[in-house]
């Protein structure tokens, strides 16, 4: 099993800055990709940020200059620093990750989320 635990969610005044947390636990063996992904009340879950085992990163259009996606791979671990936030950021923010466990094959496995609120 692999268990992911995220944290840093809340509410936030525009302008203003949170970091979110995702640590990924369990019978890992190799990871592959962590991601960041958001979902808004009435649409769809897209993506925020995504980071390879190469730190390759990749950002949404909306994420590009004011989020920055990092990772520790000693602690399977990824981060998201979110700046200058807007109203427009608000969402339940999930974390994913994709490797492979030992023994068992790959995993694709989501986080529970975390909700980001950005009001004055």
């Known amino acids: 099993q692999v268990q992911l635990v995220e944290s840093g969610g809340g509410l936030v005044q525009p302008g203003g800055s949170l970091r979110l947390s995702c640590a990924a636990s369990?019978?890992?063996?190799?990871?592959?990709?962590m991601g960041w992904y958001r979902q808004a009340p009435g649409e769809q879950r897209e993506l925020v940020a995504r980071?390879?085992?190469?730190?390759?990163?990749n950002y949404a259009d909306s994420a590009k200059g004011r989020f920055t996606i990092s990772r520790d791979g000693a602690k399977n671990t990824v981060y998201l620093q979110m700046n200058s936030l807007k109203p427009e950021d608000t969402a339940v923010y999930y974390c994913n990750v994709v490797g492979t466990r030992r023994f068992f094959g790959s995993f694709d496995k989501w986080g529970q989320g975390t909700k980001v609120t950005v009001s004055s």
């Open positions: 980071i390879t085992h190469g730190d390759i990163t």
């Open positions: 369990g019978s890992i063996s190799s990871i592959n990709t």
